[in-house]
């Protein structure tokens, strides 16, 4: 596709169940961010990728958190035994890298029960 | 990167020109000033981006103020779906590592 694409768009989960979020970058962009964005906030950082290296994760709340890009493209947000403060769209983002703008997905609306 | 305030808030009727103010005081040389809009139930868009000289594209204009301390962002002839979340980003080095703050809600009305 043109754009960067999340999966799923809307995910609910029980509390403490376990979810992986999706997103596949545009192709070729070396660069992948995922933000957290709650409700009437702007989106919060989470983590950085240059092609599969992680080179900054200092925004994960916690360690129940973990994302990861094994091959330079697709990219998994892994949310572990989810409390309901995780309710939040997370979003993702890709970059050609360097000064270029980011180009964001329109999101995973996780909603925790 | 600096921090940056805006309007909470405005109006702007449908053709005419929104001006958007952003204060960024404590930018650095080195930082860029960067505008992403947010649509309802979308990610954001980015817009525009400049250092210290005036700057154009399809979607809008960017005027710095020669002491780089604040900046307007314009939509010269304001339509309904330019109804968003317009957030002003001072940004050094890479444009990695956005901090979008809360942003102004920009209405458009018939």
């Known amino acids: 596709g043109a754009g960067v694409s999340q999966s799923p768009r809307y995910k609910v989960a029980k509390r403490g169940q376990d979810v992986a979020l999706r997103c596949d970058p545009i192709?070729?962009?070396?660069?992948l961010f995922w933000y957290q964005q709650a409700l009437g906030q702007g989106p919060e950082f989470l983590t950085y990728?240059?092609?599969?290296?992680?080179?900054?994760k200092s925004g994960l709340p916690s360690d129940r958190f973990f994302a990861e890009r094994p091959e330079g493209s697709v990219s998994t947000l892994k949310i572990q035994r989810t409390q309901q403060e995780d309710s939040a769209v997370y979003l993702c983002?890709?970059?050609?890298?360097?000064?270029?703008?980011?180009?964001f997905g329109n999101g995973t609306r996780l909603t925790v029960t | 990167d600096a921090k940056t305030t805006q309007p909470t808030s405005m109006d702007c009727a449908e053709g005419r020109a929104a001006n958007l103010p952003c204060n960024h005081s404590t930018i650095s040389g080195n930082e860029y000033v960067y505008w992403y809009r947010q649509i309802h139930s979308q990610g954001p868009q980015y817009i525009i981006h400049g250092l210290k000289n005036n700057e154009t594209n399809e979607m809008a204009s960017l005027i710095i103020t020669e002491d780089r301390k604040s900046s307007t962002l314009i939509l010269p002839h304001a339509m309904l779906r330019d109804t968003a979340v317009y957030y002003c980003i001072a940004l050094t080095g890479t444009a990695s590592k956005l901090t979008f703050g809360t942003g102004t809600r920009l209405q458009v009305t018939l």
């Open positions: 990728f240059q092609n599969e290296a992680q080179l900054d």
């Open positions: 983002a890709s970059s050609p890298g360097g000064r270029s703008p980011l180009h």
């Open positions: 192709s070729g962009h070396v660069s």
